[in-house]
């Protein structure tokens, strides 16, 4: 449905049309902006309450800004939807997140506007700092650099690193740090701290518009005004806030805190700050889900709500009339409060995603045994292994894509230590809407090359339970589980524990002609594949590998001793995946067979509901049907007999 823009917003496609509009027009641009993604949003779904919280600083940015020659750098992105609709794709907006559609991210392929491409948080610094060494290498001194990045995002080592960086270059750059208090959770640590006491200074605030329009006009004055206004401005600001400013140890000029939702008075600021040089950072702050009394109230529920009614707030959900399978997440949530009742010495741990992977059902049940670390994933193995090198049993849960940051803490902190940290890797595989930066494509490739490391994945949810129970025991060592978005296939899911034996697969059905070789929850689709090969008269095999290391060598050993035509199916990069394993196996042990690998091919895969993707892929239930058909014999009833 295409939802109509209102009169002012209806005549804007690029930045340039925003310019033509009187600065007491913003107001009234910016509540149709914020109406406009209510709109599309409630019919269409996508990311929701971040947009809402930085309408006016979108307008106001691209307002005082001359983009995209100036440059302008979202942080993650899930905030972006504003400067989507202003930069040339208002009319496109309706297929954000859909298959063939716009991503829900910015995206350098597609828009100039958009100059990185994001999805992982606490880029935005670095890459603005990037580009303002270019410009500055190229002459171009009048170019504006400016990075907008969330305090959740903060948390992050790289955002530092990025701060530590720009403080000693004599760069363009401007960090506008969008305070709302949230990330999709609430944040956590000791930065919300400070954040919050500058924020709520009440002395501070009181001189605080004074002081930046003194100082943003003597800095005119030039070099030596610029100088001791410097002084001045640390000496006021320090005496007020009665703790050394962080921002200002780092060297940037700091600028705030500020109104986020005054789009004129913000617009004005920005202005000011292009014409003062080097780094200097603007304290915005916000309410996430602005505008929208609900998702201001409950800014977690409503990060990406679905979709709903605009009016009365009511979130659509369909009732099944048959008790349904549980979300993967949810058995892993329930399941660590089950096993930590039982054995004191387990722990869990989450790097800012409480309830994204329902380690927040642990955190209410046992709030001292469940830790939030902010959006920090290298300092949440590291902190696990300490953790684990003191004996207890940390159960380490993060997204699949986003464990790629904490690759090296995974080897040189547990792995090499043999310490028992237990990695839940939730989102593996094709991850659905979010797109290329949320795919958890690589993790059996970048994992099982690793010694010490038992990885695994799950066919269903008893699975699950049975691989975090047989993880906790002792002396196992680093122990890795992945398992995918979504819903499981088990409505009677809570069955009791069994420890399984690591590296030990299990063969569903046997058969004719072909074997097919599955690993985690694709190997329901082989399921659905060979009833309906059955019909027809094709009699593949079926085993589960459940562990990609190790591998079931016996199992294997039966599989090519006995089958001319192998089949691997994974939700996983097929570069150094399942099915490259198998053939290593092949060969090592001098066997010849013709293996056929179904997975995630050598690309990145775009955005789309998970059946969209698995299908373009190749590896859903009816491409696993094709490759069958293709190198299987068909048999009649009396042939099978026989």
């Known amino acids: 449905m295409q939802v109509k823009a209102g009169p ?38 996508g990311h929701f309450g971040a947009s809402l919280g930085v309408v006016e600083l979108t307008v106001a940015l691209h307002y005082a800004l001359n983009t995209p020659y100036d440059k302008l750098v979202w942080d993650v992105g899930h905030q972006a939807y504003g400067h989507k609709i202003l930069t040339g794709r208002r009319d496109l907006f309706h297929t954000n997140r859909v298959y063939g559609g716009i991503s829900g991210f910015p995206k350098i392929s597609e828009s100039e506007y958009d100059t990185f491409g994001v999805g992982h948080s606490s880029t935005s610094i670095s890459a603005a700092l990037g580009m303002a060494v270019a410009s500055q290498l190229k002459g171009e001194t009048n170019r504006q650099h400016v990075a907008v990045i969330g305090d959740g995002a903060m948390t992050a080592g790289l955002a530092f690193e990025g701060l530590n960086h720009a403080g000693i270059e004599n760069s363009n750059v401007l960090v506008i740090l969008n305070d709302n208090c949230m990330s999709i959770d609430p944040n956590v640590g000791a930065l919300k701290e400070y954040l919050t006491s500058i924020t709520i200074s009440k002395s501070y605030n009181r001189f605080r518009d004074d002081i930046s329009h003194v100082l943003t006009g003597l800095s005119k004055l030039g070099p030596n005004a610029h100088k001791y206004v410097k002084k001045i401005e640390k000496s006021i600001k320090g005496t007020l806030l009665k703790q050394s400013n962080l921002f200002e140890a780092l060297n940037f000029r700091y600028f705030g805190p500020v109104d986020g939702h005054d789009v004129k008075r913000l617009a004005q600021v920005i202005k000011d700050l292009s014409a003062i040089p080097g780094p200097k950072l603007l304290h915005c702050v916000t309410v996430k889900g602005k505008g929208f009394a609900l998702a201001e109230k409950d800014q977690t529920k409503w990060h990406a709500p679905g979709l709903f009614d605009k009016i009365t707030g009511e979130i659509k959900k369909s009732t099944p009339d048959k008790p349904q399978p549980p979300k993967y997440q949810d058995v892993f949530g329930h399941t660590m409060v089950e096993l930590a009742e039982a054995n004191d010495k387990i722990v869990g741990i989450t790097p800012a995603m409480p309830s994204g992977s329902s380690l927040n059902i642990m955190m209410k049940a046992m709030p001292k045994r469940a830790f939030d670390v902010g959006i ?35 080897i040189h902190d547990v792995a090499i230590q ?18 290329a930066t949320h795919h958890g494509a690589y993790d059996i490739a970048y994992m099982r090359c690793i010694p010490n490391l038992v990885v695994s994945s799950p066919m269903n949810e008893e699975e699950l339970r049975n691989l975090m129970f047989t993880a906790q025991q002792d002396n196992i060592g680093p122990f890795v589980i992945r398992y995918p978005r979504g819903n499981g296939v088990m409505p009677d899911w809570k069955r009791p524990f069994k420890a399984l034996e690591i590296g030990k697969g299990r063969k569903i059905c046997d058969g004719e002609d072909v074997a097919l070789l599955t690993i985690g929850h694709v190997g329901n689709f082989a399921v659905e594949a060979r009833a309906e090969l059955n019909t027809e008269g094709f009699y593949p095999a079926h085993y589960d590998l459940r562990f990609v290391k190790p591998l079931d ?12 035509h192998v089949i691997t199916v994974e939700d996983g990069s097929l570069q150094g995946g399942v099915g490259s394993a ?25 955005h789309g509901e998970q059946p969209e993707l698995w299908a373009e892929c190749g590896y859903d239930k009816n491409a696993i049907i094709e490759t069958v058909r293709k190198v299987a014999v068909k048999r009649t009833t009396d042939s099978m007999a026989g």
Do not use: W
Not at 12 to 34: C, F, H, M, T, V
Not at 582 to 606: S, T
């Open 376 to 410: 920090a994933e290298q300092h949440a193995v590291t902190f696990s292994a300490g953790l684990a090198a003191q004996g207890l049993v940390p159960f380490c849960n993060i997204y699949s894509s986003f464990m790629q940051r904490a690759y090296d803490q995974v």
């Open 582 to 606: 198998v053939l290593e196996f092949m060969a090592d042990h001098g066997y010849q067979a013709n293996v056929i690998r179904l997975g995630i091919p050598d690309q990145f895969i775009e």
């Open 8 to 45: 002012l917003l209806s005549k804007i496609n690029y930045p340039a049309d925003l310019k033509q509009y009187n600065e007491s027009d913003l107001e009234q641009i910016s509540q149709e902006l914020r109406q406009y993604i209510i709109d599309v949003v409630s019919v269409n779904g």
């Open 553 to 564: 060598e016996q199992m294997l050993h039966e599989v090519f001793a006995k089958y001319k």
């Open 418 to 435: 043999k310490l028992n940290v237990v990695f839940c890797l939730d989102r593996a595989g094709l991850a659905g809407a979010d797109g």
